[in-house]
């Protein structure tokens, strides 16, 4: 199978697992909330093609895509998703806060760089040449952690890459609106390295990954990779994006990340990959629905106690 092919089948998969999510949820199978990446799918697949086999990866709220881009596994995040004691965490950690090998993450914003990191340093001390890709949105910016967090990774050479998905909004606010400077000279100013690229195009993505993480690997230093992005949904399913307009999300949708790619492939082998994404979504959401729930009583398994 060719680069394209795969990209694609790994993308197509990714937005149609959202997209069943969020009928899911409006038909009430589904409980809580969730935060789609419908339009990032290729900074998913640009990372997890740019890495070797241990590296660690940190998500965030965000987090289907970057699971499904380095797990493959659909049947254990729909059953995670729907509370079934089949899901990846059993059915105890939900959509935030997902947990596969060498793949963590949780809700909190900009949280997950800063336990990242601190893997990254840990995997120095073992001198187990492994490095960490750390997800974050925009919006974490804004958070001190995120500061002091990069400051150390500098000052003690955190084998770490920092994949900034910027989608340009943090929830409702745009990215002109709550930042001031540029986004690239924040790591610099820390003496961080750092890169930005069109994140519509996904072969484009993994390039410039694959050089993030070889400098990484190489120079056990920090790296920053700035993905311009775009979220064709809402920040979360009850968020109807009235703050910006429909002519904004008109020009991004030209940008399709699966159209630009789609137009690079066969238009049956496009419609084949399409089916059988299909075919292992419609599997996970009925072995999710006749898996048992989670038992409550087991709410404790797998919590570590001194």
Partial sequence: MTDELRFYEQMFLIRAFEERVRELFAAGELFGTSHPCIGQEATAAGLAAA?????????????????LAFTGDVDGLMAELMGKATGVCAGRGGSQHLHAPDFYSNGITGGMAAVGTGMALAEKR?????????????????????HETMNMASLWGAPVLYALENNLYAMSTHVTNALAGSILDRARSLAIDAESIDATDVIAVRDAALRAAAFVRTNSRPFLLELRTYRFCGHSLNDECSYRSREEEAEWRKRDPLAVLARCIDPAARNEIELRCRERIDHAVEAARQAPIADPHDIGAGLWQS
Wanted: aromatic share 6%; no cysteine; net charge positive.
């Fill in 51 to 67: 890495l070797q086999p241990g590296d660690i990866v940190t998500s965030n709220h965000r987090g289907h895509g970057h699971f």
């Fill in 126 to 146: 073992k001198g187990s040449g492994r490095i960490v890709a750390a997800f974050l949105g925009d919006g974490a910016l804004a958070q001190g952690v995120l």
